[in-house]
């Protein structure tokens, strides 16, 4: 079992940065790959970017590419997500997930369907 606890999330302006943290605990020796996943106020949960563990190969979504950066520290078991130029659309609740088996391709995380463990959502304001 893999627990997992994000934060850093908050108000923030357009145009402002903000950093998420992401800490799986557990059984974290299995860990494959780390993902990041949003959800705004009535829509579906979706895919914002992806890391494999081993290989450090990343995929992003095409609304954030560019404007945001995954990486990983393997010591403290953690990934993050540096979020710059945040836009209003950016609001939203943001989810840090774990799979703990092996993936081919990294394209493959951006299915919610991919990954074993959930944390409980950070949520992040992009407001004036």
């Known amino acids: 079992q893999v627990q997992v606890v994000e934060s850093g999330g908050g108000l923030v302006q357009p145009g402002g940065s903000l950093r998420l943290s992401c800490a799986a605990s557990?059984?974290?020796?299995?860990?494959?790959?780390m993902g990041w996943f949003r959800q705004a106020p009535g829509k579906e949960r979706e895919f914002v970017a992806a890391?494999?563990?081993?290989?450090?190969?990343?995929y992003y979504s095409d609304s954030v590419k560019g404007r945001f950066t995954i990486s990983r520290d393997n010591a403290r078991n953690t990934v993050y997500l540096q979020m710059n130029s945040l836009e209003p659309e950016d609001t939203a609740v943001y989810y840090c997930?774990?799979?703990?088996?092996?993936?081919?391709?990294?394209?493959?995380?951006?299915?919610?369907?991919?990954?074993?463990?959930w944390g409980q959502g950070t949520q992040v304001t992009v407001s004036s």
């Open positions: 997930a774990v799979r703990t088996t092996f993936v081919s391709s990294v394209a493959i995380l951006a299915s919610r369907a991919q990954f074993d463990s």
């Open positions: 557990g059984r974290t020796f299995s860990t494959y790959a």
């Open positions: 890391i494999k563990w081993s290989t450090s190969n990343i």
